[in-house]
């Protein structure tokens, strides 16, 4: 059922751009993270947010 949603395959094609990468960029982590909230928010219908610190990095909802 997971596999259906369109967050997922996102999730997937960051998550999959991030290991062919040489290098791990900025971008590249938080395209994966954004892609991570907007996946777990869609499934849970909660607001979801991702922090570093004080820092938030991804928030949905």
Request: hydrophobic letters at 45%; proline letters at 0%; aromatic letters at 4%.
């Given at each position: 059922?997971?596999?259906t949603l369109?967050?997922?395959r996102?999730?997937?094609e960051a998550l999959d751009a991030l290991g062919k990468?040489?290098?791990s960029t900025?971008?590249?982590l938080h395209r994966a993270c954004s892609a991570f909230v907007a996946m777990v928010a869609e499934m849970t219908?909660?607001?979801?947010?991702?922090t570093i610190g004080e820092t938030p990095i991804?928030?949905?909802r």
């Open positions: 059922m997971i596999r369109h967050t997922f996102t999730l997937l990468a040489k290098r900025d971008a590249l219908n909660q607001r979801v947010t991702i991804a928030r949905d």
